[in-house]
């Protein structure tokens, strides 16, 4: 059950940028709970992309970062490549009266033109 | 490098229980500080969180699954195993094993996961 909600679709032509949304609510990251972005090439894992909101893990470059605003977050990608192309999802944590859970978003395929 | 490796049946018959394991390599899953969870993932959708285990025991399931699921540890092989019970159709899915950093309850090391398909 995603109740972080994402575009389906961004793209962008090589050497653009491009933003991806992730709105959640108060008790999600409205609540302070932190965001984190993950990459997902075709037929393989996710990959760990942006923790903490805005922090890149070694390795990833720097043209890949995070914001995080009230109950919203933000991953843009700045010149845009061929290898960008992939599923991208925000991940936080929620809890309410229901329980307390890791929740995804709904996920973002960018397409380089 | 911490590396997972999710192993099991391809195949389950609708009602029956759907069984993983997790093996973890170049760490310890006694370590503190993480959770170790199951995700899944229904063709062409998106991620969904099963539940999680820490070292010592104790678990922690989505509500949503919580009647069907049972996750334990065995920290002498270095694993951790999913059961799912009386599965549907709507459980065929790719099984991930994944590390979840307590603190900051982000996952940072996934394995390669693996389809199981739900059907007679």
């Known amino acids: 059950q995603s109740v972080l909600t994402q575009p389906p679709s961004v793209s962008g032509a090589p050497g653009q940028r491009v933003t991806i949304s992730c709105t959640g609510s108060?008790?999600?990251?409205?609540?302070?709970?932190?965001v984190h972005w993950y990459q997902q090439l075709p037929g393989t894992a996710p990959k760990l992309l942006i923790y903490?909101?805005?922090n890149r893990p070694s390795g990833v470059p720097d043209r890949f970062s995070g914001s995080k605003s009230g109950t919203s977050a933000s991953l843009a990608i700045t010149g845009l490549q061929a290898e960008d192309e992939a599923d991208y999802y925000c991940?936080?944590?929620?809890?309410?009266?229901?329980?307390?859970?890791?929740?995804f978003g709904t996920g973002t395929k960018v397409t380089v033109l | 490098q911490v590396q997972l490796q999710e192993s099991g049946p391809g195949l389950v018959k609708p009602s029956q229980t759907l069984s993983l394991t997790c093996t973890v390599s170049?760490?310890?899953?006694?370590?503190?500080?993480?959770?170790w969870s199951w995700i899944r993932q229904h063709p062409g959708k998106g991620l969904e969180w099963i539940g999680y285990i820490y070292y010592s025991g104790s678990t922690y399931y989505n509500p949503s699954l919580k009647s069907r699921v049972t996750i334990s540890v065995d920290t002498s092989k270095n694993q951790f195993s999913l059961k799912l019970s009386s599965v549907t159709a709507a459980d065929t899915a790719v099984y991930y094993c994944?590390?979840?950093?307590?603190?900051?309850?982000?996952?940072?090391?996934w394995g390669q996961g693996t389809l199981v398909t739900v059907s007679s």
């Open positions: 903490g909101n805005s």
């Open positions: 108060s008790s999600n990251i409205g609540a302070g709970y932190d």
């Open positions: 994944a590390r979840g950093i307590t603190i900051s309850k982000r996952f940072d090391y």
């Open positions: 991940q936080s944590y929620d809890s309410s009266l229901s329980g307390s859970f890791y929740v």
């Open positions: 170049g760490g310890s899953i006694s370590s503190g500080g993480y959770y």
